[in-house]
């Protein structure tokens, strides 16, 4: 038996980990590997979420560990968090005694580096971004504070023993590897770092899953027939440039006056109103719609273009949205900014929409909205060449399948 503990600091019952975790664990069960998952989960999303995420794992024999998410006091909750799973793997590790740790992000790397040093576990290193430098660039640490300061240089040392002791590395960008792979580690070499982006299920993301019916249906129900819908998917926090995004629309509007924005989002809508307010956007000419990542699809496939801005710092580097499989799987031309992981050069390689090479305003506001070199068949070819989900179970299936195997 291939036996494996999983570590995850996200919940199962976050959307992050119903669409960036559980769906590899079932393609990798499905190969012969037995999972025990342990994962964090906030105590507002755990209830209602529980039976259906407890049914799924039971589903693909996956044996689910849930331990509660502690989010008060800042530090010290964390700290207690950290005991408790490291409690929670070595107490399993004795019964189940597990062939690899698999580590995701930096939280559990730091009880997968301990489990490797006293118990002789292999220990694979899914880094997800670098998360330190995520803290500190994204305002959550303030560097100034001689607390944070202090955590921040005690995870920048565990970085190194991280990807020093670590058996295989997974990065979600070749940018990212790039990086890692110039700080020059002894015992990190480019065969160690695997590359896999954050996947997209193109069972889900299928654009002939949706009729024209359907879809005209849909637009009927938010008057949005004979628009042109501008739409953004996912949550607008640290490092999505909301305001850059409304000034962009702005200029859209100018070019197309009966642009919609659409948001398919679970933010509060006042949120978003306020910074269009700023910018004296009309408010009839957006839409906030909270749906379910089940229905997602349905929402993208009335898109008429989508954008995402990232803020371009150090360490998104390694940053891999998740909406960028999704929307390129749905054949939507998208507008984004150049600098964030491999997002530019994925873009121009498929012909997937227009990059632009920043967020200023003089940028945003005089780009044309043709997409000259947007190739639908192209971009949905990349979402599965680059972005399929069962692409990336077979990378992490050969590392697995490596050191379990």
């Known amino acids: 038996m291939k036996n494996v503990l999983y ?33 964090f989960e906030k105590p507002e999303r755990f209830e209602p979420e529980r039976a259906k995420i407890q ?42 005694q597990f062939q690899l740790v698999h580590c995701r992000s930096y939280i559990s790397a730091l009880i997968g580096v301990k489990l490797k040093r006293k118990k002789g576990i292999r220990l694979l290193f899914d880094m997800r971004g670098f998360w330190a430098d995520e803290r500190i660039e994204g305002r959550i640490w303030d560097i100034r504070n001689p607390l944070f300061k202090s955590i921040y240089n005690y995870f920048k040392k565990q970085e190194r023993h991280f ?53 005209f249906t849909k637009k009927s129900e938010y008057q949005l027939n004979d628009k042109y819908i501008v739409g953004y998917v996912g949550s607008i926090g640290t490092w999505y440039q909301l305001p850059e995004m409304l000034l962009t629309f702005r200029h859209i509007k100018q070019l197309k006056p009966s642009a919609v924005f659409l948001f398919v989002t679970k933010e509060a809508p006042s949120s978003i109103l306020q910074e269009a307010k700023k910018l ?42 998740t909406k960028q499989g999704e929307i390129m799987a749905m054949g939507i031309p998208l507008i984004c900014n150049a600098g964030v992981g491999d997002t530019d050069e994925i873009v121009n390689r498929y012909h997937a929409g227009l990059i632009l090479k920043d967020t200023k305003d003089e940028t945003l506001t005089s780009f044309n909205l043709d997409f000259p070199h947007f190739n639908r068949e192209s971009s949905m070819l990349g979402a599965k060449e680059y972005f399929g989900l069962e692409r990336g179970v077979e990378s992490y299936f050969y590392i697995y399948d490596h050191f379990v195997g």
């Open 280 to 321: 004296e956007l009309d408010p009839g000419s957006i839409r906030i719609v909270p749906v379910s990542h089940h229905h997602v699809p349905l929402f993208i496939a009335m898109f008429d273009c989508s954008i995402f801005f990232i803020r371009p710092t150090f360490s998104k580097k390694a940053s891999s949205p």
């Open 7 to 39: 570590l995850s600091y996200d919940g199962m019952t976050d959307p992050l980990g119903q669409s960036q975790v559980l769906p590899y664990l079932a393609g990798l069960s499905q190969k012969g590997i037995y999972f025990t998952l342990v994962s």
């Open 163 to 215: 990807f020093e002791e670590s058996d295989a590395i997974v990065s979600l960008t070749e940018a990212g590897k790039n990086e890692i792979l110039s700080w020059k580690l002894p015992s990190v070499s480019t065969e160690k770092i695997t590359v896999i982006p954050c996947c997209a299920d193109l069972n889900l993301f299928d654009p002939e899953k949706n009729d024209p019916d359907t879809i």
């Open 55 to 96: 049914a799924f794992c039971d589903e693909h024999d996956i044996d689910w560990k849930p331990q509660l998410y502690t989010k008060r006091p800042p530090v010290l909750s964390t700290l207690l968090d950290i005991r408790k799973m490291s409690r929670a793997a070595f107490s399993l590790h004795q019964k189940k």
